[in-house]
């Protein structure tokens, strides 16, 4: 199973990065310095690393030098609010292998993700993990197609990206606040009704019957 260090401090980023990125079955573990992200990358058990660049103790951009300057290979992605362009070239000079800039949306950090696993894993494996089916439908990661009992289902980028949470969990209970969390980003109203119309969208498209509502909990994918 893939593992992967978060080295942030912000407790609210934290927590929306640990939900999706657990959701979407990785395994992370946090640490909320950069003292403390050095020995951790060094250590050769995690996969990919999510780097803040604006860390307490010591600037993420040092982090990334030193475990570099000692061998590290893992990949590194950087998550920051500082959107300047010098940063950015800074910082795949230094040794990251991708730049995102906050706010972001959960849907983006994913790809980006996948992208910097890819090399390390095998072809059979890839495919695998870029193409999800159950019962009569398909997703395909790579190219955001959708089929339904062969037939081609047009959806948006956000339709897309909570039948893909369904499709990772089916048959179990999805909450709302995992929806919001995957689909809409660490930045939105949990008093909104947003995931009930997005939910009736998709059993429009899907069918009515591939969405169960379980009430006080979430949805389930029955179909």
């Known amino acids: 199973m893939t593992h992967i260090l978060i080295v ?18 990785f395994v992370t573990t946090t640490v909320l310095d950069g003292a403390a992200a050095v020995p951790m990358a060094l250590e050769g058990s995690f996969d990919l690393m999510i780097l803040d660049l604006g860390l307490p103790d010591k600037d993420g951009l040092t982090v ?5 300057g000692q061998g590290a290979q893992l990949p590194v992605l950087i ?5 300047d362009i010098q940063d950015k070239v ?4 230094t040794g990251a292998d991708d730049y995102l800039t906050k706010p972001f949306r959960f849907e983006e ?12 894993v095998s072809k059979t ?6 193409t999800l089916r159950h019962g ?10 959708v089929k339904l009992a062969d037939r081609p289902v047009e959806l948006s980028a956000r339709e897309f990206t909570m039948l893909e949470v369904f499709l990772r969990h089916p048959g179990q209970v999805v909450s709302r606040e995992q929806l919001l969390n995957s689909v809409w980003g660490y930045d939105y109203d949990p008093g909104s009704n947003v995931v009930d119309v997005y939910v009736g969208y998709l059993r429009k498209k899907v069918g009515s019957e591939a969405i169960e509502t379980v009430r006080g909990l979430g949805y389930r994918w029955k179909a």
Do not use: Y
């Open 109 to 120: 950090l994913l790809v980006r993700i996948r992208a910097r696993l890819r090399p390390t």
């Open 90 to 93: 800074t910082g795949f000079e």
């Open 79 to 83: 998550l920051t609010a500082r959107d």
């Open 64 to 68: 990334l030098e030193e475990i570099r």
């Open 8 to 25: 942030e401090d912000e407790p609210r980023i934290v927590t929306f990065l640990e939900k999706g990125l657990h959701s979407n079955g």
């Open 136 to 145: 009569n439908i398909t997703l395909d990661l790579r190219t955001h197609k």
């Open 125 to 130: 494996a890839q495919t695998a993990d870029l």
